[in-house]
Each structure stands twice: as structure tokens, then as C-alpha cells.
């Protein structure tokens, strides 16, 4: 059976958003990042950044911490945590997205926001310490945090972000069709399984 | 890097044997199976029907229970279970067999007992219920279980004996660098990605 939607869950670091993004221009459909944070963003008064940064990260963290630094927000939903508020407006826009029409979509659980629709294909993409250690000092540069701990720090917060949302755990390859390790089998490898998979070749 | 061993874990059902004899066989390498029980029957004295029943199942079970039905069995050792006796000389097989060039291997905590080997490629199949259950009946025929329990049951059985023997969690997509979903990408397929990644083509 064809795919039409790819969803891509990935280690920081591993090129799962480089993969990703070849294989949207391979298919010729839409690739989903910046859009999904403007959507989100209209349908919130939330900032662009502050949903980058809290979109696949924070968990309980109150709305009223963003509304008081941020006092033109418009209707702040009480007890409700910003994060709990994001992922409801967030579900909504990826669900709506996928009614459109075949696209890929990377992380913010999308897979699992997804899994009932039969003609998704769901890829996690991850690599070793090591490999993505190289990688993000070299795409990203360097920082005060060694790469290991920011590799450990930004995985931790996708995990338990995912784990709150789904009830599931990230990278069980059981919630996927396809786990690729990028860095043993190559970013431009893992792009043309991903593509052959979703055209059923 | 070409890969010159081969690790297959997998659901039962999902057709990761098939694959695993289909890569040895286009590869033109051992694939090893009868061989690892004839080995460590060799080694324990213990019967190969009793080797294929706990040699991915069972734990703890006393190693006594075994020798009280079996008078001949040489070497009980004293207090350690039949379970562990059998990992210890299972591991030391798969090492050996290792040692001796490329080959394919089946189940058996394989990739977690060569895991320090840089020349492993470690994959892990698995598929839905539906098309387990279907391929188990066409195969195995039906029992007095129904299919979702069997595979249920023997799947739960893995992951215990996993668990126990090297303390991680069965299909951990992370301890594997490639695992597919074979009722979604096809048998056939999944033979051919695994191929292409061993010859590192």
C-alpha cells in the first residue's frame, strides 16, 4: 500500500529533519515545521519562539508564567498548563494538515496524533552518541554544555514530553515501521529506504 | 563499513527467520540455528528439545527440575538455575561462532552478547497482530490457543528473557540499527534493505 503521510521521530542530532526534508523534495509534497508553528501561533497568541521552544519539550509548566511575561496574551485558559494548552491547538493543526493531503511531518508526536489514519508511514531516526556528538557541533556549533549533555538533555525532554502526550514510549521500534540508525546506515541511505517505502516501489 | 555479522530479534510471527535465512543465503554466509543447539547440547548435556523449550523462554527455572527427569544430565551446578546455566554456555557458543567470520544469527540475545563487535549489524523485526496471527495459522497451523494469545505469550516470554539476561528492553529501537515492520514493508523488502546496508552498497 502507498503512504502518503511520512511522520519522523528522531534523536537531536541524528539528521532526522535533513532525511526528512530530502524525502518531502523527492515526493514533491510539503514538508510541515514553520507552518505548523504559525498555525499554532495564530491560534494562540503564543509566540513563534515560545512554541519552538516549548512545542515538543515542556510538560505542567502553567500558562499564567507566559501570561505574566507575556501580558498581551488573549485568552488564558484557567489551571490549564501552557503545555497542555499548545498540545491541544497543536493536535488540532497536524490533524487538519493531514486531511490536506500527503505531506511529512517531523516530531511532535505526530505519529502517534496520526495512528489512526492507515496511510501513514511512521520513521524514527537515531544514531549514536558519538555520531550526533560530531554532528551538532558542526551544524550547530559549539556551547557552554559539552555535546554529550545537550544530546542527553534535548533527548530527555523529547522523551518525557512524548511519554505525557501518548502514554507511550519514544523509540519503541513497535510504534514505527521503520528505526533507522543514520549514522551506520547514512543519511542519504536512510532518505532513499524512506522514499521507496512510501511509493511502495 | 560492511557489516560481516548479522543479528535478527524479532516477534514471532513477523517472518525475521525467513528474512535471516533469505540474507545467509543471497550473502552467501552461515546462518545459524540448529548448529547453536547442537553446540550447546554438546556442552550441557541437556536434550536439543529442552535447548529449543527455555533457550529463549524460560528463567530460573532450577536446574534441578531438569536433572530429576533426566538422570543422565552430567555437571548439575549446584543452585544455579537450568535458565542461566544454559546463557552462559549459549553466550560463550555465539562468541565462538563469532570469532569464526561472518554469519547470520537468529534470536538468542545475539546483538546484546556481540555488542562490542563493530562488524555486527543489529536488526529487529516485527509487524501488527493481524498479520502475525494470519501468518502463524498459514504456517503453524491453528492450536487450542487463539492466535493473539499465542503470540502474545510467546512475545511476553522473549521480552522476560531478554530483560533478564541483558537488561535492556526488547525492541528498544535504540539497540538496533535498522528495525522494520514487515507486514508494512513486505518480507521481500526487508530482505533486500538488510542486504544493501551488509555489502554497504
Chains 1, 2 share one sequence.
Not at 50 to 69: C, D
Request: glycine fraction near 10%; proline fraction near 2%.
Amino acid at each position: 500500500m502507498k503512504r502518503n503521510i511520512l511522520t519522523v521521530g528522531r534523536q537531536f542530532g541524528s539528521g532526522g529533519r535533513t532525511i526528512a526534508k530530502t524525502v518531502a523534495e523527492r515526493l514533491g509534497i510539503p514538508y510541515y515545521d514553520k507552518e505548523i508553528v504559525e498555525k499554532v501561533a495564530l491560534e494562540t497568541g503564543f509566540s513563534e519562539e515560545y512554541i519552538e521552544q516549548i512545542g515538543e519539550h515542556a510538560r505542567g509548566k502553567s500558562v499564567w508564567s507566559y501570561a505574566f511575561s507575556n501580558p498581551g496574551v488573549p485568552g488564558v485558559m484557567g489551571g490549564m498548563s501552557a503545555s497542555d494548552f499548545l498540545w491541544v491547538i497543536q493536535r488540532k493543526v497536524i490533524l487538519d494538515l493531514a486531511e490536506k493531503g500527503p505531506c511529512v511531518i517531523v516530531g511532535r508526536c505526530a505519529d502517534q496524533i496520526l495512528k489512526d489514519r492507515e496511510d501513514v508511514l511512521r520513521v524514527f531516526i537515531h544514531a549514536s552518541d558519538e555520531f550526533r556528538a560530531e554532528r551538532i557541533v558542526r551544524l550547530y556549533g559549539e556551547s557552554e554544555s559539552k555535546p554529550e549533555k545537550r544530546l542527553a538533555d534535548k533527548d530527555a525532554k523529547r522523551r518525557a514530553h512524548y511519554k505525557h502526550y501518548t502514554g507511550e514510549e519514544w523509540g519503541n521500534s513497535l510504534n514505527y515501521h521503520l528505526c533507522l540508525d543514520s549514522g551506520v546506515i547514512g543519511i542519504e541511505k536512510c532518505a532513499e529506504y524512506i522514499v521507496s517505502v512510501m511509493k511502495d516501489e
